[in-house]
């Protein structure tokens, strides 16, 4: 992904609303499979850390880039974005 692209990508989720937060379970199989499901309906979305998270937002932000097999667009405090094509019907053109 260039850099123009993810600057796309962070003016996008620069106005939605956090939809998934990780708590002091961490990163647990119903949040993957949550956060897979926002990622195929929506293609990009923002995830917060509470603050009892055994996880950094950096930490959190990787494993589950990695798992989901998604891109990390942003990680600002407690708060990323990240994002992924949807395979049935992809909204979002990058430039």
């Not at 956060?35 to 494993?63: G, H, V």
């Not at 798992?67 to 430039?95: H, W």
């Amino acid at each position: 992904m260039t850099s123009k692209q993810r600057a796309y990508l962070r003016s996008m989720a620069n106005t939605m609303e956090t939809i998934l937060y990780i708590g002091k379970d961490g990163i647990v199989p119903g949040t993957i499979k949550q956060a897979s499901d926002a990622l195929e309906a929506r293609e990009i979305i923002k995830c917060a850390i509470q603050q009892n998270c055994p996880l950094t937002a950096k930490e959190a932000l990787n494993e589950l880039c990695a798992t989901l097999e998604a891109e990390p667009v942003q990680c600002i405090g407690r708060r990323f974005v990240m994002y992924r094509p949807s395979k049935d019907n992809p909204r979002i053109v990058l430039p």
